[in-house]
């Protein structure tokens, strides 16, 4: 009897402990995802924000060389 209940025990915590870390390493990949996205996001804020300064330096530009 002990020694079923022992292997029981065994194999409980092997699924659990299996179960945790495939939990884990997907919590992991999605923050890995939602990282990348937010990354990509500032990105494309920081180039249209580059976009409007380098747009606003030629209409300077331009203002400037009309007088």
């Known amino acids: 009897m002990k020694k079923l209940t022992l292997l029981a025990l065994a194999l409980g915590?092997?699924?659990?402990?299996t179960g945790c870390h495939?939990?884990?390493?997907?919590?992991?990949k999605d923050d890995?995802?939602?990282t990348g996205d937010k990354a990509k996001d500032k990105a494309e804020d920081a180039a249209d924000a580059t976009g409007d300064a380098v747009?606003?330096?030629g209409d300077k530009v331009e203002d400037a060389t009309d007088n």
Do not use: F
């Open 32 to 34: 890995m995802e939602e």
């Open 13 to 17: 915590a092997l699924s659990v402990g």
């Open 22 to 28: 495939r939990n884990t390493r997907e919590a992991a």
């Open 55 to 57: 747009e606003k330096a």
